[in-house]
């Protein structure tokens, strides 16, 4: 199976400063078809994960635009460029490249200072 | 826009079977752009992708290899929903079990409530 690792377990923010969250793959995540199947969601505390990003960059429909997404091969990064409160959560990078060998990160806890 | 609604009991004795439905409002169970998923969470295991199925002109699934001998998806279209059936649970399957809708490739864009599902004498 391909392991994802995210780094840092846990990363407390002051608002309105940048947040970033990497995810590093044991193995390429780019598909036989060219395409790479990495995607980041996003969970509230006690809510369901929720998409943010596909394919390493594309926003989900409702995602706002503080939120981006870059990486390619095995080394991924999540961003949000000014952190507001209902960012607090964990975020999670999954890969569905090697599916049915479907795997996520441990997750990056969002806190605020 | 979907919605989709989880029901299903909350605890589930060592070697029986759990089953959840997910009951599907804003789209149909027979689209054909759409796939629906299983997934559940843990503590020790984390997010962990279970399986989908999805219609093409005929049903289709998928099953993740650490739970395909005991697996189950199906669809019932005449509800608009679908189901996961477990079979001969441990107290390993312990997790909050969600369903979710994909679009895309896996672009998990719609989720379910979550269930969580305790497996205890």
């Known amino acids: 199976d391909i392991v994802m690792t995210q780094t840092p377990l846990s990363s407390p923010v002051t608002l309105g400063q940048p947040a970033s969250f990497s995810c590093r793959s044991s193995?390429?995540?780019?598909?036989?078809?060219?395409?790479?199947?990495l995607n980041w969601l996003q969970q509230r505390p006690g809510q369901p994960p929720r998409l943010l990003i596909y394919?390493?960059?594309n926003r989900f429909s409702g995602v706002p635009d503080r939120f981006s997404g870059s990486g390619a091969g095995t080394d991924f990064t999540l961003k949000i460029n000014r952190v507001e409160a209902e960012d607090v959560g964990v975020y999670y990078c999954?890969?569905?490249?090697?599916?049915?060998?479907?795997?996520f990160g441990q997750g990056t806890k969002l806190e605020i200072k | 826009q979907v919605q989709l609604q989880q029901s299903g009991p909350g605890l589930v004795k060592p070697s029986q079977t759990l089953s959840l439905t997910c009951a599907i409002s804003?789209?149909?169970?027979?689209?054909?752009?759409?796939?629906w998923h299983w997934i559940r969470q843990s503590p020790s295991r984390g997010l962990e992708w279970l399986g989908r199925?999805?219609?093409?002109?005929?049903?289709?699934?998928d099953y993740a290899l650490s739970v395909k001998s005991r697996i189950a998806i199906n669809a019932d279209t005449s509800k608009n929903q679908f189901s996961l059936q477990l079979n001969s649970v441990t107290p390993e399957d312990t997790a909050v079990y969600y369903c979710?809708?994909?679009?895309?490739?896996?672009?998990?864009?719609?989720w379910g409530q979550g269930t969580l599902v305790t497996v205890s004498s």
């Open positions: 979710a809708i994909d679009r895309g490739w896996l672009e998990l864009d719609c």
């Open positions: 804003g789209d149909s169970v027979s689209s054909n752009t759409a796939a």
């Open positions: 199925t999805y219609y093409r002109s005929k049903w289709y699934y």
């Open positions: 193995k390429s995540l780019v598909h036989s078809d060219g395409n790479t199947y």
């Open positions: 394919q390493i960059s």
């Open positions: 999954m890969q569905s490249t090697q599916f049915p060998l479907v795997t």
